[in-house]
């Protein structure tokens, strides 16, 4: 059996998934961060397998996946920053307290 | 590669590293403010010296003609207004207004890369620049709501861009380009080839890029954030999430739909009746939840939500008309909603509330600022002498001509409904009693912002021929 | 005679612009000099009303033809809105019933709201609903006459709140504005109706499109008949017709000069104008014709049985006023716009006229209530000589002049088959007679019964001991000014000039066996009216008693109020019970829903509620996945 676009595909789909469970279900606002970086991983498995297969002369797609990673690092400083905020108001990172506003 | 082309863009970020540099050397930070919003006057100068030019650089991926800067120039407004409504707010946060005023700039610039690019990676790093600035923003009072708003902004965001990025990576993989008019051909090609089949990559693609941009509109499902954030998040930069943050996603989602999957003669993706089925939900849902609220911020962020849907009633016409009257409504809907906002900014000022039954009897406390918000309600339900009269009855006709009857029936009874909601605010201003008759007064800049915002809404609204003009104009590049 | 130069267009645009300008002056410049905000009123309002007698002196002189002048306002496509200005003789006259009412008004007004701490505000507010007034009137298309008349229903609603402290004014200004938003909406679907299927809301390109054939078709199928609805329906709220209404009355909450100009010579009359002007449509529509007919019989009939139980100064009128305003529908309704017309502006002058005599009452005697006043006609001479003007030209008797219209519109209702409008109308007229002389009579013969106190009300100008005493100049001479036209204006139309300068034929029959008819109708009423509150042969509590359950049905409106107020509280409170369940459940239901689901199926996701940011996500997917199952279903 060889490896084909269709199994990176795949791999990025179910992380995306796995990802997705993360942040529905995890509680720690850290860790839905953590969640929501294993999509974007998701994403650049995509991005790349397509550019391998689908574009193999251009980076296109190895282009887009280094500009999500950065930008995704740069979007994790904020958040850590803002819960460390939210940490001091509230000393608590439990997703389901961050119920002030509400209806 | 052109750089005089990207000159609004670089001379904002400029101007926002020079703003963080003065505010270390000063302790007035009405100094900070002034060279903020002075200094706007560059780019906006720099904008409208390149109108009428339509040029391409960066190998395609930026494009300045008059689409793009109609709405850089309306970003460069918002920004104007929202440090003007900040001067006295920005006291609060008393060590980091320079911060803030170059977050702000930021912004700004990041809204406006996103209206001139045309290429799916600059248009989300321009996208991530907008964004990640206004979660910096939303959570700037550092309080237990400000950073809750913040947080919640943060996280959805960051899910909603997942999305967006999947849908990005189905399209690009379908179509072998991140270019909006090379995957327009590609689309164009495979359907001659497969006798108009088309691939499920690009139908999902479609669907998980519209639920991204989705989430920047506050459009039903994706609009759960937006009470929250707006509600907690600093009063100016409410007013700039719905003014301005909104306009970027409807210039992005224009531009997207329009020239990637609109240019092909039977549509790949019928996303015309996608944009028309959320435009319903969305008007009907922010209505309807608008009704029993007491606190104004989060009554005006469900009304921003419908009007989110009044605006798409214009995508789903998908005709020049219709962009037309996006961009007409986009523009005199920033001017309402910040006028409503500065004037939520000046009474809660005096009064450090936000709920609806304290601003009872206002009118006699301070008659002209009482006067500036129903006014800017009035626009808000839509009726005449204002803008938001002119703006919805354009995008209604748009969608006429296009036969969408039932849409328009849909918003004219929204609007109805609206009504209710909004002059339940006007009626407690001139018609309830005053809890005291002590004076409110208002700060300076705050009436500059004020009377900026009511004449705007006013002049746009009974002089609408250039504006919608403009709007045309605008809407030309996308539909010849 | 020296030759008047006709009016240059310009100058009819100032009759619109020079209220507006009082307006601006008010609100920037004097709002703390109440007495020049007064004037000014006064004077702007006088200059209009100058301009508006040129403006008739010139129409005169072309009968049948009309002014105009447009400018661009919105280019759509091909298509364009324009703001433009149409003077035919039907606007002339409405110039000159709307200038001059105001006019007279806002003199009375000075003195009736002397020392008020609103008087300016008040004073801007009638500039504004002035301006607005006369901007429906001059309007040459739909689309602006529905701007202004949204306008006119916001001035409205500010001056029934005027006094905001009193609840029942706040809550009346809210009934009128909400009510006539429903008649407003079927008139915002008409105009968009026309526009999609004719591309034009101009008054002339309309007539021209109905009138020939060819292109008529483009509103064939009915759809001209609902448009013309559609129109009536704005016509209905607005001129408080049945069943909408049921918000006049409450409006006489508002200060009474207000009733006078809006709620009786003004506003209401709008829903009539708006027929007579886009009456051509009509024409074409004659079901919508029909259902004009049947609405304006219903309201007369309904609107003077009610008045005749009334108590309240001020709400025996408000009664009278939507029983005229059905019979004025109702002459349209039945084909004679001439004679609607010439109802509408008799009515105008003499209705405006009693509601200022209900002024000068309450200035004297602090109550509106009929009951606590009586033998006023010893001290107030002038007030009751323009009581039993309005009384007589109401009631219709010769030569008054609602005599002349009245007749008119009876003998139309004859000519054109509508037997039962007739026979209706003719009721009317007996119940009009009585309630009016009832209201007379009841105030102004027999002993003084007191009167109240001065409390309550915020003007503070009236001596408070009770002395009763003729109000002073400037509210006794508008009365006196009223009722000039209210004795001699019938006799406009005797050789048929009024309805020429409308452009209609005129030839004017009189209807002798009608006129026989009503005037023994009416001085049937009168006769009545003396029996029971003059002579008393006929004790009032023995009728009331014998017919417990129609006085009591009469007194409690239909219980129209009470059904509607039933209505809407359900519907209302069903509504924010459905929202407020919708909020907790839906909302929160749809996340705890699809996650005690999923918890259910696989123990997943923990249970979400709203506020809570992880439920907002679950909504996002969920959403995407609808979206998606509907590409699904429906195709791509």
Redesign the interface.
């Given at each position: 059996m060889t490896i084909g676009l269709g199994h990176f595909l795949t791999l990025g789909a179910v992380l995306f998934c796995i990802g997705l469970y993360g942040v529905l279900a995890k509680r720690n606002a850290i860790v839905i961060l953590m969640a929501i970086e294993l999509m974007f991983n998701a994403i650049n498995v995509t991005m790349v397998a397509f550019s391998r297969y689908i574009t193999p002369n251009m980076l296109t797609g190895q282009v887009f996946a280094i500009f999500i990673i950065t930008v995704a690092a740069a979007e994790a400083a904020v958040g850590l920053g803002i819960i460390l905020c939210l940490y001091r108001n509230r000393e608590t990172v439990d997703a389901e307290q961050f119920n002030l506003m509400k209806w | 590669m052109n750089l005089y082309l990207l000159g609004p863009e670089l001379s904002l970020i400029g101007l926002a590293f020079l703003v963080i540099l003065v505010d270390l050397a000063t302790h007035n930070k009405n100094v900070v403010a002034a060279l903020a919003g002075i200094g706007l006057v560059v780019p906006a100068a720099w904008a409208v010296s390149l109108w009428g030019q339509t040029a391409s650089s960066f190998y395609g991926a930026l494009v300045v003609d008059s689409y793009s800067i109609f709405f850089k120039l309306l970003f460069i407004a918002a920004a104007a207004l929202v440090i003007l409504m900040s001067v006295q707010y920005s006291k609060r946060f008393a060590p980091y207004q320079g911060e803030y005023y170059a977050v702000i700039l930021l912004a700004t610039a990041g809204m406006m890369f996103m209206a001139s690019t045309q290429e799916l990676i600059s248009i989300y790093i321009s996208l991530e620049l907008a964004s990640i600035s206004l979660y910096v923003l939303a959570s700037f009072l550092k309080d237990a709501k400000s950073s809750e708003a913040g947080i919640k902004y943060l996280l959805l965001g960051a899910v909603s861009s997942a999305v967006l990025l999947y849908g990005m990576a189905l399209l690009y993989g379908a179509t072998g380009s991140t270019k909006l008019n090379e995957i327009a051909q590609a689309i164009q090609e495979s359907m001659q080839r497969d006798q108009g089949a088309v691939l499920p990559a690009i139908v999902l693609g479609a669907i998980f890029m519209a639920g991204g941009f989705g989430f920047k509109i506050a459009a039903v499902p994706f609009q759960m954030w937006a009470p929250d954030v707006y509600e907690g998040a600093p009063t100016p930069i409410t007013g700039f999430l719905t003014g301005a943050s909104k306009a970027a996603g409807f210039a992005v989602i224009l531009r997207v739909f329009f020239v990637a999957l609109g240019n092909q003669a039977p549509l790949p993706v019928d996303w015309p009746a996608l944009f028309a089925v959320l435009s319903a939900l969305t008007m009907t849902v922010g209505n309807l939840s608008a009704i029993p609220q007491a606190n104004i911020k989060r009554m005006l962020a469900y009304s921003s939500i419908a009007h989110a849907g009044f605006i798409l009633v214009g995508v789903a016409a998908f005709s020049s008309q219709g962009v037309g009257g996006v961009a007409y409504y986009l523009l005199g809907y920033m001017f309402t909603s910040m006028g409503a906002f500065a004037a939520i900014v000046a009474i809660s000022e005096r009064l450090g509330s936000d709920q609806i039954a304290d601003y009872s009897g206002l009118a006699r406390r301070a008659p002209l600022l009482a006067l500036i918000l129903a006014i800017c309600l009035i626009s808000l339900i839509g009726l005449p002498p204002t803008v938001g009269f002119v703006a919805k009855i354009y995008v209604f006709w748009a969608a006429l001509q296009q036969g969408l009857l039932w849409l328009v029936l849909f918003g004219v009874l929204n609007s109805v409904i609206s009504a209710y909601y909004y002059l339940r605010v006007v009626k407690a201003m001139y018609l309830g009693a005053p809890a005291s008759e002590e004076p409110l007064p208002v700060s300076r800049t705050l009436v500059v912002a004020l009377a900026v915002a009511v004449i705007a809404v006013l002049a746009i609204g009974i002089f609408p021929q250039p504006w919608l003009d403009f709007g045309t104009g605008a809407a030309i590049v996308l539909i010849p | 005679m020296p030759s008047i130069p006709p009016i240059p267009i310009e100058m009819v645009a100032a009759i619109f612009f020079l209220p507006l300008v009082s307006l601006l002056l008010i609100t920037f410049v004097t709002?703390t000099a109440p007495k020049i905000s007064g004037y000014l009123t006064i004077t702007t309002i006088g200059l209009s009303f100058i301009l508006s007698l040129w403006t008739f002196q010139t129409m005169t002189t072309m009968p049948g033809k009309h002014l105009g002048g447009v400018f661009?306002?919105?280019?759509?496509?091909e298509t364009d809105l324009q703001l433009g200005i149409y003077v035919d003789g039907l606007t002339s006259i409405m110039l000159l019933v709307v200038t001059s009412v105001s006019l007279l008004v806002q003199i009375y007004s000075t003195a009736y709201l002397h020392g008020d701490p609103g008087y300016s505000r008040f004073f801007a507010y009638m500039s504004l609903f002035t301006a607005s007034m006369l901007g429906v009137v001059l309007a040459d298309n739909l689309l602006m006459i529905?701007?202004f008349w949204?306008?006119v229903g916001?001035c409205s609603y500010?001056l029934i709140?005027f006094w905001?402290?009193k609840p029942e004014?706040?809550a009346a200004?809210?009934k009128a504005?909400v009510v006539t938003?429903f008649g407003d909406?079927g008139f915002?679907?008409a105009i968009?109706l026309l526009?999609?299927r004719t591309g034009t809301l101009d008054f002339q390109h309309l007539f021209e499109i109905v009138d020939s054939p060819e292109k008529a078709a483009v509103l064939g199928g009915g759809l001209l008949t609902w448009a013309a609805i559609g129109i009536f329906s704005g016509a209905v709220g607005k001129s408080a017709q049945f069943p909408l209404h049921v918000w006049l009355p409450d409006a006489m909450e508002g200060p009474t000069p207000v009733s006078a100009l809006i709620h009786a010579a003004t506003m209401v009359a709008a829903g009539v104008y708006l027929v007579a002007r886009s009456f051509p449509l009509f024409e074409q529509a004659p079901q919508a014709l029909f259902t004009v007919a049947v609405i304006g019989t219903i309201t007369a009939f309904v609107g003077a049985s009610m008045g005749l139980v009334m108590h309240d100064f001020k709400r025996v009128l408000a009664y009278s006023t939507i029983s005229q305003l059905g019979l004025m529908m109702m002459g349209l309704g039945v084909g004679g716009v001439v004679a609607g017309i010439f109802h509408l502006f008799n009515h105008a002058f003499f209705k405006a006229m009693m509601f200022l005599c209900a002024g000068s009452a309450h200035h004297a005697t602090h109550t509106y209530d009929i009951r606590k006043m009586g033998g006023l006609a010893r001290y107030m001479p002038i007030t009751f000589s323009a009581m039993m003007i309005g009384g007589l030209s109401i009631s219709g008797i010769f030569p008054f002049s609602g005599f002349w219209s009245k007749d008119e519109i009876l003998g139309e209702a004859l000519g054109n088959g509508y037997n039962i409008s007739y026979i209706f109308a003719l009721i009317t007229a007996f119940m009009t007679a009585f309630y009016m002389f009832r209201l007379t009579f009841v105030a102004f013969l027999g002993e003084y019964r007191g009167g109240e106190h001065a409390e309550g009300e915020r003007w503070s100008g009236s001596p408070g001991h009770h002395s009763l005493h003729e109000s002073p100049a400037a509210m006794a001479i508008p009365l006196i000014v009223l009722a000039i036209p209210s004795v001699v204006s019938g006799f406009a139309n005797m050789n048929g000039d009024f309805a020429r300068f409308l452009g209609e034929a005129g030839v004017v029959k009189l209807h002798w066996d009608v006129i026989f008819t009503s005037t023994t109708v009416a001085l049937l009423g009168i006769l009545t009216a003396y029996l029971f509150y003059v002579a008393k042969v006929i004790p009032v509590e023995t009728v009331a008693r014998t017919f417990p359950h129609i006085h009591g049905f009469l007194l409690n409106k239909y219980y129209m109020d009470d059904l509607y107020g039933w209505i809407v509280e359900k519907l209302y409170l069903g509504?924010?019970h459905l929202?407020?369940l919708?909020?907790q459940y839906v909302v929160d239901g749809v996340v705890n829903g699809i996650a005690s689901l999923t918890t259910a199926s696989g123990g997943?996701?923990?249970r979400l509620?709203?506020?809570?940011?992880?439920?907002?996500?679950?909504?996002?997917?969920?959403?995407?996945v609808?979206?998606?199952g509907?590409?699904l279903v429906f195709?791509?």
């Open positions: - | - | 709002r661009n306002w919105i280019v759509i496509g529905f701007i949204e306008l916001v500010l709140g905001f402290q004014a706040a200004a809210k504005f938003r909406l915002l679907m968009l526009f999609s509504i924010c929202l407020d919708f909020d997943v996701i923990r509620e709203s506020g809570q940011v992880q439920g907002y996500a679950l909504v996002i997917f969920v959403g995407l609808a979206i998606v509907g590409f195709g791509g």
